[in-house]
């Protein structure tokens, strides 16, 4: 892409911006599998809206397809704001059937890595085109430092889109949040517990102040 | 292009193939050229070295194209590992505007996720473990 082309849509991507801000922001939380992406999105959903997002499940690609939930209204001291979340398949690399034989028959297992695999090919392509923030979730209890995580904050942060990352899981004892804000200091990094509902204030404050 | 090695071909030598790609032959290629010259020594069971890495937005699609292309039984996807940005990004306003890795070189090993394995990464070395498989 030409310097000519790339202004330009840079200018168009500010453009844009400026003129829906009275629309409600496209949210999309990612992250590596496994990060309880999921879990956040139906407790958001659940404390504003009271329905949950998707299923939760600890098998790896539980969510297979970008799922949205629209006009989530957030009130924060007197203001409110309407976001839509959008939860997405964790992002990877790759995907072996083999890691779900233990859990369900070859062909299903077969079944549920082409979905994961269209899944998270959606959500890469939902980064580029669709989406005006981004929740990145990662489990503070493993190492954060892994190239999909690393190229996912590139990714985003070349589309100068902002970023809240929250450090998921502080209810396990091997928990680190440090480790987190150690790994990516550029960016604001929240701790909470979403399965326990840890920390949602803050959680709560932080959206409000980045996507409102 | 390198020439790719068949891991089917019974007559292929018993190896793997590492193709080093420079940057002056990635710089003429448009985004699409560059991932099917990569999948493509991959599939063939390849290890693929760039010597300039690829764009934020390259490796987006490279991953959305990665989906598309496994399938059970023949290819589970791919291992890539890239040096750490450096600490001296630039951060100045063309450089924003054209994107923070603009003009950024970094290194970049890319592998079938079956045969590839990281041992050890900083910001100066990656050490990985090939298979043949």
Redesign the interface.
């Known amino acids: 892409m030409g310097l000519f082309t790339e202004l330009k849509d840079s200018i168009s991507r500010a453009t844009d911006r400026l003129f829906s801000e009275q629309e409600p922001k496209r949210i999309g939380i990612y992250g590596p599998p496994n990060a309880g992406k999921t879990t956040l999105a139906n407790r958001i959903a659940r404390d504003w809206t009271g329905d949950a997002v998707g299923a939760e499940s600890h098998v790896p690609h539980e969510t297979r397809r970008a799922r949205r939930k629209e006009d989530v209204e957030i009130e924060r001291n007197g203001k409110t704001v309407t976001i839509d979340i959008v939860d997405t398949p964790g992002v990877t690399t790759k995907v072996d059937y083999e890691e779900f034989t233990d859990e369900m028959d070859k062909e299903d297992a077969i079944r549920r890595s082409r979905e994961a695999t269209e899944g998270v090919a959606e959500a890469m392509h939902w980064l580029r085109e669709d989406v005006d923030g981004v929740i990145y979730v990662l489990d503070s209890a493993e190492d954060p430092i892994t190239q999909v995580n690393t190229m996912l904050i590139g990714i985003i942060e070349s589309r100068e889109l902002p970023v809240l990352i929250f450090a998921n899981k502080i209810d396990l004892k091997e928990s680190s949040v440090k480790r987190i804000e150690d790994a990516f200091p550029q960016h604001k990094t929240v701790p909470l517990s979403a399965k326990e509902g840890e920390n949602m204030d803050e959680v709560y404050d932080n959206i409000a102040e980045y996507f409102g | 292009m390198p020439k790719a090695t068949n891991a089917d071909d019974s007559d292929a030598p018993d190896g793997v193939q590492i193709d080093l790609i420079s940057g002056e032959r990635m710089d003429g290629m448009a985004t699409m050229e560059k991932i099917r010259m990569i999948l493509d020594g991959v599939h063939d069971g390849n290890i693929v070295i760039l010597e300039e890495g690829l ?3 390259e ?3 490279l ?6 292309e ?1 399938s ?1 039984d023949e290819f ?7 040096y ?2 450096s600490e001296t990004r630039d951060s100045s306003l063309l450089g ?6 603009a003009g950024e070189a970094k290194l970049t090993v890319i592998g079938p ?2 045969q590839i394995e ?1 041992l050890h990464k900083d910001e100066t070395l990656i050490s990985a473990l090939v298979s043949r498989n």
């Open positions: 764009t934020p937005d490796e987006s699609r991953i959305e194209v990665t989906m598309a496994i059970p589970n996807g791919i291992e890539i590992e890239t750490p940005k924003r505007i054209m994107g923070s890795d996720a079956n990281t």
